[in-house]
C-alpha cells in the first residue's frame, strides 16, 4: 500500500506476534516480505505507571527492559538485515527503512514503543543518509504518527533518535524510536501550559513568536531554506542545542507538505554534518519531535525539532549535577550565541 504522500508501506508480523513495516521507495517494486523462523515466544512486558505526588510526572517501572540487548558485536547486532547465521527482526535480506514493535517496550497495554531503522547499513549514520534516505524516514515518521495518533490508548507521539555510546545507546546500529506515551509527558504539559499563557496574553502562537524572533534577531540562526529554520536557542540548556522550526505551523509530521518534508531533510542534514563537524568526529546527540498532543491543545501546538548534544567540548561531556538533577536549575558552559556562530562556520559536507 502507499502512504498519504506516496511511500511504498509493506505490513507482516515477526513469529511472536509483533508488527513489522517495511517502507520504501514510491517507485520500487512490491515488497513480499519473507517469514520470520526464529519461532519467539510472545512477549511479557511487566511495566507499572505510577504518579508522583508531588510533582504529577507519571513515572514508568519497565524491569524486562534490563534484560534488553546491550552492545552486541557487529555480526550479531537484532536490527540488520537477516542472514545465514543471524535471524534478526527484520527477516528479510535488505530493507530500505523499517519499523516494528520493540521486543522490549516500556509500555504494554495502554502506550505503545517502537523501533525504527533508518537503513540497513549497520555502519552507517543518519548524517550519512542521502537526502532521499532522509526523506523516507520523514515519511516513515509521518505515517506512523497518524498510525499511532489513532489509538485511544495514546495521548502523545514522540519520534526520537538517541545517538554516541556517550548519550546511552544499547545498539549502534542506526535507528531511532517512537514511544505512544499514554499520558502527556512532563515537558509536554510544561510547553502546553506556557502556550496556554501566552495565548490568553499576547493572542498569539507561543512558538510561532519564538521563531518570528530568532529569524529577526538572527545572531542565532545556524542555517534556513524556503520552509524551515535551525536555530540555537536563546535559553539553549545543553552545551550544543539546535531547534528546527517549520515556517507554517502545524500540529504534527503527517501535516507537512511534500515540499515542507523535502526541506527538512535538507536543512537536518545540514545540520547534522555541521554537528560532525564541530569537533572533528561523531558528536552524540539526541533528536527529539515535539508536536501537539493527540488529544487536547492541538492549537496550541507547533511542530520542531529539537536536537542537543551533551559535549561541551572536545574532550569534555556536561553531566547533570546538583543544580540540574536536583534542582532543574540547568548552568551552562556554552553561550548560545557563540554555538551558533561556530556552526555556521564549520563546514556543513
Known amino acids: 500500500m502507499k502512504t498519504p504522500r506516496g511511500a511504498r508501506r509493506t505490513d507482516t508480523h515477526l513469529s511472536d506476534g509483533r508488527e513489522l513495516i517495511y517502507y520504501d521507495p514510491a517507485d520500487t517494486p512490491a515488497r513480499v516480505p519473507l517469514e520470520d523462523t526464529r519461532g519467539l515466544p510472545a512477549p511479557q512486558p511487566q511495566v507499572d505507571l505510577r504518579t508522583d505526588p508531588l510533582t504529577g510526572d507519571v513515572i514508568t517501572y519497565a524491569t524486562h527492559r534490563n534484560t534488553r540487548t546491550y552492545l552486541p558485536p557487529a555480526d550479531q547486532c537484532p536490527l540488520c538485515a537477516s542472514k545465514p547465521g543471524n535471524p534478526t527482526e527484520i527477516p ?46 520523514v515519511d516513515a ?19 526520537f533518535e538517541n545517538r554516541g555510546r556517550e548519550i546511552g545507546v544499547t545498539l549502534s546500529h542506526p535507528h531511532g524510536q517512537i514511544y505512544g506515551y499514554p499520558f502527556l509527558p512532563p515537558r509536554i504539559r510544561t510547553l502546553m501550559a506556557r502556550a496556554r499563557e501566552h495565548q490568553e496574553v499576547a493572542g498569539s502562537n507561543l512558538f510561532a513568536d519564538v521563531l ?33 522550526y517549520p515556517h507554517r505551523q502545524v500540529a504534527g509530521i503527517d501535516d507537512l507538505s511534500i515540499g515542507e518534508r523535502d526541506d527538512f531533510a535538507q536543512l537536518y542534514l545540514d545540520v547534522l554534518n555541521r554537528f560532525d563537524s564541530l569537533y572533528g568526529d561523531p558528536l552524540p546527540y539526541i533528536a527529539a519531535w515535539h508536536q501537539a498532543p493527540v488529544r487536547i491543545d492541538r492549537e496550541l501546538g507547533y511542530l520542531h525539532l529539537e536536537v542537543l548534544s551533551i559535549r561541551r567540548a572536545a574532550d569534555k561531556i556536561k553531566y547533570l549535577a546538583g543544580s540540574e538533577s536536583g534542582m532543574g536549575a540547568f548552568i551552562s558552559d556554552t553561550r548560545p550565541e557563540d554555538v551558533a556562530e561556530t556552526l555556521r562556520k564549520v563546514t556543513s559536507s
Open 92 to 137: 528479510d535480506h535488505d530493507y530500505n527503512v523499517a519499523v516494528f514493535e520493540n521486543r522490549f517496550p516500556s509500555f504494554a497495554g495502554p502506550g505503545r514503543t517502537e523501533v525504527l531503522c533508518f537503513t540497513s547499513d549497520h555502519n552507517s549514520s543518519f548524517t550519512q543518509l542521502s537526502q532521499g534516505q532522509a526523506r523516507l524516514v
Open 141 to 159: 515518521w509521518a505515517d506512523r504518527n497518524a498510525d499511532l495518533s489513532a489509538r485511544d490508548d495514546i495521548e502523545y507521539v514522540f519520534p
Open 212 to 244: 518570528a524572533a530568532e529569524r529577526k534577531e538572527g545572531t542565532r540562526v545556524v542555517a534556513e531554506n524556503g520552509n524551515w529554520t535551525a536555530f540555537v536557542p536563546e535559553a539553549a540548556r545543553w552545551p550544543v542545542e539546535v531547534h528546527l
